[in-house]
């Protein structure tokens, strides 16, 4: 846990850059939650948003946002990160019940899974993320009633830094199965660093392992610098997404994984959005047509 000497850091954590992305995502979940077909519920997400001065104006609920659906931020892009939020919960889960008790979130930001999922017992959820941002979030949680559904273990490290030292160190055991997660992570990192995490992972994972992450295949990202998404995003709330992702090119970390022995499958938001009947499909200038989720399997020997 997160001491009381690590609390108290206020919204340091999620004041800019990539940290104020996961108040992004938190407002989104949020409005989720509130939708009558909602996909995935987070009943904590509208508190973070609530609790930090930069997003505290921001909407928690689709009657509050101008145009509705219609608005490119809250409408769009806010269905984009439920229906993303739904498949991963729902692949976490398989990957547990069939036996994968360890949880890694890597760059887990404001993510409440350890309270919300009905996870199967012995899990272990371990949250690796800034110092900041897991003091945030234990403010804003220490001040709800909260119930954990699997013991929960934050890890307060950068990924730039020594995280499977302090990943080890919390008790995390690179001998039994564990199921990793990298959401909304990697388009921030250098192909260096996603190919060293990449690496990592398969290092730690024994047989029975899995791990779910998200790419962008655009050659060049300023393509899209005008889709409405990007746009909406700026000028709404101030963040632009395209000067805080890594430009350079991506490296195969999917058929790297392949190579590996590792099973992996592809897709589009779109295949999701079509199974669910509930999310974003394709537009003209669309900058969510370069997205892809990953999903990777390790066979047990």
Request: a neutral charge.
């Amino acid at each position: 846990m997160v001491d009381a000497a690590r609390r108290g850091t206020g919204t340091e954590g999620v004041k800019g850059g990539v940290g104020i992305t996961a108040l992004l995502v938190a407002a989104a979940r949020a409005i989720e939650t509130d939708r009558h077909d909602s996909l995935a519920r987070d009943d904590y997400a509208e508190h973070f948003v609530r609790a930090a001065p930069a997003s505290a104006a921001w909407p928690v609920r689709l009657h509050e946002v101008p145009e509705g659906d219609l608005n490119p931020l809250w409408g769009r892009f806010a269905r984009y990160f439920g229906l993303r939020t739904k498949v991963l919960d729902d692949f976490l889960l398989r990957s547990a019940h069939a036996g994968a008790h360890q949880v890694v979130l890597l760059g887990a930001g404001l993510d409440t899974r350890a309270f919300r999922l009905d996870w199967p017992p012995g899990c272990v959820v371990f949250e690796i993320d800034r110092e900041g941002v897991l003091a945030f979030k234990h403010d804003v949680l220490d001040g709800l009633a909260t119930t954990r559904k699997a013991a929960r273990v934050p890890v307060p490290t950068d990924l730039r830094a020594d995280w499977v030292g302090a990943l080890t160190g919390a008790g995390f055991d690179a001998s039994a199965p564990s199921v990793w997660l990298a959401e909304g992570l990697l388009f921030y990192l250098p192909a260096a660093a996603e190919t060293y995490l990449i690496d990592t992972v398969d290092r730690l994972s024994p047989g029975g392992s899995a791990l779910a992450f998200e790419v962008k295949l655009e050659k060049d990202l300023l393509a899209y610098r005008d889709s409405p998404i990007y746009t909406s995003t700026k000028h709404q709330i101030g963040i632009d997404l395209l000067s805080l992702f890594d430009g350079g090119p991506r490296p195969d970390s999917a058929g790297r994984l392949t190579g590996k022995g590792w099973s992996t499958s592809v897709h589009t938001p779109f295949d999701f959005t079509r199974r669910h009947g509930r999310g974003p499909l394709p537009e003209q200038n669309d900058a969510l047509a370069g997205n892809r989720w990953v999903f990777a399997n390790r066979p047990r020997t």
